[in-house]
């Protein structure tokens, strides 16, 4: 699998529709991706391996405390609220304080996005897990319930792991292969074709694809 360091980190906007010169209809999701700067720089000899740290969205003094503001300043640069680790190809080189744009992506190229999906709070095994319910004929009051755990003989018990009723949505998850459709570098803005995780305003990381280009 080979490495991807381009990315940059922004906040999700919404949905929306754009059409094509021959005048298709596509769904896209609108990411605004503000500059990124690079906050850290990570080498084989000091870290065992080679990778550049990013930060996205400028964190207020008084918010940072001294571990934090130390980082920063060690390598001269502003304070931000997200960071955000890139491993790099052979070859690639950054340097502290550099900004990433999204001038930096090419329109057509393939992405991988990763987001926190929507909380949905406790749910039940049918919406959580898509089992389905019980017969409802005769008075059945169990029609929604996961029934029967373990088995009347040995072991007796119920196994790790069993799908169950529990908290449901506000996981990481990776969207891959969505193609980039436009880039708006005037309102900072990546027009990404399909859906991404996240409600409106979340946190969004973006990157070349790891298996499609």
Known sequence: MRKVSKTILGRKIGMTQIFTEEGTMVPVTVVEAMPNTVTQIKTVESDGYDAV?????????????????????????????HLAEIRLEAGESYEPGQV???????E??????????????TQGNIKRHGHHRGPVSHGS??????????AGTYPSRVFKGNAGPGRMG???????????????????????????????GSLVKVCYAVKGE
């Open 170 to 200: 506000r996981d990481t998850v990776t969207v891959q292969n969505l193609e980039l459709v436009k880039i708006v570098p005037e309102r900072n803005a990546l027009l990404i074709k399909g859906a991404v995780p996240g409600g409106r």
């Open 53 to 81: 740290q990013i930060g996205f969205e400028d964190l207020k003094e008084s918010r940072a405390n001294k571990p934090t503001e130390g980082h920063f300043n060690r390598w001269n640069a502003p304070l931000k609220k």
């Open 141 to 150: 009051k169990h029609k929604r319930l996961p029934g029967a755990l373990a």
């Open 100 to 106: 990433i744009t999204v001038a930096d992506f090419e």
């Open 108 to 121: 057509g190229k393939k992405l991988d996005v990763v987001g926190i999906s929507k909380g949905k709070g």
